[in-house]
């Protein structure tokens, strides 16, 4: 079905805001980002516009991966402060008509969650077949290389078997061994993780971002043994075969729609992260009819700039190839489903860096890219910091990145002799995820305004310059940009439902499309280099009216041409008169 202005849900005009907290304001000096420090800052998401507050995870954690390892589901870890803290923070953003998502991790725990606790506890425990715990291999000696039950690599490096040597039988984690996965597979698991998620929506949350939400099936054989997957590097493989996209995924999405969300659900927000996703399963997903999710994180995209040797092997972005994946996005989930737009956020470097020049053409190119984002169709995702144009980390040692990622990355690495220290440090510095984490750069001052001790992350040098304060003191800056994209999505039903067709679709450096509803038409037009860029457009479009631009002088265009200035980004209204 495709939405109307009449029977749109709310979140087509809605622009979400990622908060992740340990890195957004801090309260009490100790170096990491907390609720209450959210609570100092509530006056600025408010001034911005956005609709929805994503938080990553608060919840009591070992943090092994910064949070997402949770060992209580249903309580706020000591390091951001306490459930009546987010009750507070709930309270004070409704109050500004902001409605509030937390982080839903539910493919795995910390290994230090009661249930897993129990479920190691021996071979009998009622909780055994809460996670997947496998003998090994036959023939093979527990616990030596090649014995765990599968070949399957860790997104995290290493195999994603850990062997216990307390009952003798190996635990599966995706990610991190402190990251062990529950068994989906358990109707008891299942029930719990509706009960935790309702539980929640009774405390006032207004939805859920799920986590890697697309992994919780397996491929599982009648026997109960999971399959090998093509060799990869060394000793390992390639499973995500067996566990991207599973037999019983969407069973599970629509149970759980029926279990938790069933009567309550015209003002939540559901959005799955769901690695390796292609068009067709997007559709699947967020076809209203399903009754699964609202719209899903892809990561098409965000793998253009990757090499042949992975996240960590940059390559530089084509143009071209980035407009045919957003291209086919819009154009498959057109006629059903929803889109979620974004360029940045916890596990991505920041896109001025990225796809834009984060020296001079700082401003110009964080305001392009933000604008070609924005007037897709679709929920845009706004992360901390992007609304200022905050930049890479540009980290110049190796000890001093702090994600999990890059340290097994860089150990595995070394143990290989696959790269030099030189390349390992040129990889993180384009693309750790350490990039996104830096303090938030609220002022000028010594630690950018985030905390008066040690940030658990050294904050970006360049605050001097690029922080809340200077940004909000300049009408120009990428800060006032993004209340104006903001604000055009909540005023035009073109931005927010209109059909979308691509143009220029080979051209190497600018980015150029139309937005069309009732008679209305935007084109949107982005110079994705710092060098003017001349390109023909439908003489229909001469004169046409600036609805939103990033330069002192827009460009309009004239005899069916229009000059873009470096970095330009421009929408544009057809004049009435043009038809």
């Given amino acids: 079905m495709t939405f109307t202005v009449d029977d749109a849900p709310w979140w087509t005009g809605a622009v979400v805001y990622q908060i992740y907290p340990r890195s957004f304001q801090d309260s009490d000096g100790d170096g990491i980002g907390d609720l209450r420090g959210v609570l100092q800052r509530v006056d600025h998401l408010a001034e911005l516009g956005v ?4 938080f990553s995870p608060v919840y009591r954690s070992p943090q092994d991966d910064n949070g997402y390892d949770i060992s209580d589901y249903q309580d706020v870890d000591p390091l951001f402060g306490t459930l009546e803290d ?32 129990e479920s190691r506890s021996s071979t009998d425990n009622p909780r055994r077949d809460w996670y997947w715990w496998r003998p090994a291999r ?46 989906w597979e358990n109707p008891q698991v299942r029930q719990a993780v509706y009960a935790m998620m309702r539980w929640w929506l009774d405390r006032g949350v207004d939805g859920f971002r799920m986590d890697v939400i697309n992994l919780i099936s397996k491929v599982v054989d009648e026997d109960g043994t999971l399959a090998d997957g093509p060799a990869t590097t060394g000793a390992l493989g390639d499973g995500s075969g067996q566990y991207m996209h599973g037999p019983r995924l969407h069973e599970y999405l629509q149970e759980m729609h029926h279990e938790v969300f069933d009567g309550r659900r015209d003002g939540l927000l559901l959005v799955g992260e769901t690695p390796g996703a292609t068009v067709h399963d997007g559709a699947l997903f967020t076809d209203p009819a399903r009754r699964e999710l609202d719209m899903v994180f892809t ?8 090499g042949p040797g992975g996240k960590f092997d940059p390559r530089p972005l084509d143009l071209r190839d980035l407009k045919a994946v957003l291209g086919r996005w819009q154009a498959g989930l057109a006629d059903v489903g929803w889109n979620a737009l974004y360029w940045d956020n916890h596990d991505q470097p920041r896109i001025v860096s990225r796809f834009g020049d984060d020296d ?56 290989l002799g696959s790269a030099s220290d030189d390349q390992l440090l040129a990889g993180l510095a384009a693309m750790s995820r350490d990039n996104a984490r830096t303090p938030v750069q609220w002022d000028a001052s010594p630690q950018a305004g985030f905390t008066t001790g040690e940030p658990w992350l050294p904050v970006n040098p360049n605050h001097r310059h690029v922080n809340a304060e200077a940004e909000r003191a300049d009408p120009s800056s990428v800060f006032h940009h993004y209340r104006r994209l903001i604000a055009l999505r909540h005023e035009d039903a073109t931005v927010r439902l209109g059909d979308f067709t691509m143009l220029l679709p080979d051209h190497p450096h600018v980015y150029a499309f139309t937005r069309a509803l009732d008679g209305d038409a935007l084109l949107v037009l982005g110079n994705f280099t710092g060098e003017e860029q001349t390109v023909d457009v439908d003489g229909l479009w001469d004169g046409a009216e600036v609805v939103l631009g990033n330069v002192a002088e827009p460009a309009v265009p004239r005899d069916g041409r229009v000059r873009l200035a470096p970095w330009e980004g421009v929408v544009l209204r057809r004049a009435a008169a043009s038809g």
Avoid: C
């Avoid at 609709?51 to 994503?54: N, T, Y």
């Avoid at 030596?144 to 599968?150: D, I, K, N, R, S």
């Fill in 51 to 54: 609709d929805v507050v994503w």
């Fill in 86 to 117: 987010l009750d507070e923070v709930v309270a004070a953003l409704h109050a500004r008509g902001i409605k509030v998502v937390m982080d839903l991790v539910v493919n795995h725990t910390s290994d230090e969650h009661p249930w897993f606790v």
């Fill in 138 to 183: 036959p023939g093979m000696q527990p616990g030596t290389p090649g014995a765990e039950p599968t070949n399957w690599g860790s997104f995290f490096s290493g195999p994603t078997w850990e062997y216990d040597e307390a009952t003798g039988e190996y635990y599966l984690h995706l990610f991190s061994r402190k990251q062990p996965d529950l068994n």
């Fill in 299 to 306: 990561f098409e995209h965000v793998g253009l700039d990757h």
């Fill in 360 to 415: 001079a053409y700082r401003r110009e190119s964080a305001t392009m890219l933000a604008t070609v984002l924005h007037l897709h169709r679709g929920t845009p995702y706004v992360y901390q910091g992007e609304e200022l144009g905050m930049t890479n980390a540009h980290l110049t040692s190796l000890d001093d990145y702090r994600d999990i990622e890059a340290l097994r990355y860089v150990q595995e690495a070394r143990e």
